[in-house]
T-cell receptor, first 116, second 112 residues
Framework: GAVVSQHPSWVICKSGTSVKIECRSL??????MFWYRQFPKQSLMLMAT?????????EQGVEKDKFLINHASLTLSTLTVTSAHPEDSSFYIC????????????FGEGSRLTVL | QKEVEQNSGPLSVPEGAIASLNCTYS??????FFWYRQYSGKSPELIMF????GDKEDGRFTAQLNKASQYVSLLIRDSQPSDSATYLC????????????FGSGTRLQVQP
């Protein structure tokens, strides 16, 4: 299946700092990528849809100024958590749909963010 | 009503038994349905997808879709301890949104 790579897999940062997470589609072009967040023992919640060459679409309740998304190429989307606080600690997962075949969604490995 | 609903479990089955996982969805116009498996601390991995009414088999896994009842299920035959994980049902709702909407997941425990 298609491969989506995410980096870093885990990060620990101090409160008030910014953290950037990268998501790459390795063997296909993804004009659209999706960023999910998952708190412990909860399901995946869609944060935003990242569109190559245009602004991301954010879900209700997600602050666009806090979670900056950039999708500058067909294979790379980045999520920057700005001025991180402990409540931002979560598992962030990017994904992309491989539209060459049946359009299933493939996930990156996930990035576990811990804000101290 | 949640858009995609699953029983959180845990569902406990003995090794070798059939595990049955269920999912209902609210949008009658939904077209595609996916089952993902997620181990603790890991990202979800795709197990199966189904688009048409009926059954779809892949190895020990069978997905069943009933659009009239807005119901999709996953059967795991000959369950193994390594199948112990959380199983997420995901639906491409007919909302124009390209992202998948996930259920809360069912935790499966296969007892050796």
């Amino acid at each position: 299946g298609a491969v989506v790579s995410q980096h870093p897999s885990w990060v620990i940062c101090k409160s008030g700092t910014s953290v950037k997470i990268e998501c790459r589609s390795l063997d296909f072009q993804a004009t659209t990528m999706f960023w999910y967040r998952q708190f412990p023992k909860q399901s995946l919640m869609l944060m935003a849809t990242s569109n190559e060459g245009s602004k991301a679409t954010y879900e209700q309740g997600v602050e666009k100024d806090k979670f900056l998304i950039n999708h500058a190429s067909l294979t790379l989307s980045t999520l920057t958590v700005t001025s991180a606080h402990p409540e931002d600690s979560s598992f962030y997962i990017c994904s992309a749909r491989d539209l060459r075949n049946t359009g299933e969604l493939f996930f990156g490995e996930g990035s576990r963010l811990t804000v101290l | 009503q949640k858009e995609v609903e699953q029983n959180s479990g845990p569902l406990s089955v003995p090794e070798g038994a059939i595990a049955s996982l269920n999912c209902t969805y609210s949008d009658r116009g939904s077209q595609s349905f996916f089952w993902y498996r997620q181990y603790s601390g890991k990202s979800p991995e795709l197990i199966m997808f189904i688009y048409s009414n009926g059954d779809k088999e892949d190895g020990r896994f069978t997905a069943q879709l009933n659009k009239a009842s807005q119901y999709v299920s996953l059967l795991i035959r000959d369950s193994q301890p390594s199948d112990s994980a959380t199983y997420l049902c995901a639906v491409n709702l007919d909302t124009g949104r390209r992202a998948l909407t996930f259920g809360s997941g069912t935790r499966l425990q296969v007892q050796p």
